[in-house]
């Protein structure tokens, strides 16, 4: 299994992202897409995630109604769509897959090299 993310970079406060994950190298039915971030100094947290099959989504509550995860099924690709954006969503950003439903990193069993956020006050 292979995460790809893209779409990094640097936005002014109240801006807005999309990344991109590119996930290969088998049929991901059945698991879950998610999203973590982890900021200099600070744990590796959960943003929001997404199942594969059923479209299902739950978010952080630190930015549910402001990203929206989504995925295409025939490009293999999850988004994140990062909307008013704040100085403390400033983070590397990672994807991850699993086949349980968690909030926690070790419910992912394959992850993304990352892709850096940085947002400007």
């Known amino acids: 299994v292979q995460l790809q993310a893209s779409g990094g970079g640097l936005v002014q406060a109240g801006g807005s992202l999309r990344l991109s994950c590119v996930a290969s190298?088998?049929?991901?039915?059945?698991?879950?897409m998610g999203w973590f971030r982890q900021a200099p100094g600070k744990e590796r947290e959960f943003v929001a995630a997404i199942w594969w099959s059923s479209g299902i989504t739950y978010y952080a509550a630190s930015v549910k109604g402001r990203f929206t995860v989504s995925r295409d099924n025939a490009v293999n690709t999850v988004y994140l769509q990062m909307s008013t954006l704040k100085p403390e969503d400033t983070a590397v950003y990672y994807c991850?897959?699993?086949?349980?439903?968690?909030?926690?990193?070790?419910?992912?069993?394959?992850w993304g090299q990352g892709t850096q956020v940085t947002v400007s006050s």
């Open positions: 991850a897959v699993g086949v349980v439903s968690g909030g926690r990193p070790n419910d992912y069993d394959y």
């Open positions: 190298g088998r049929t991901f039915s059945g698991y879950n």
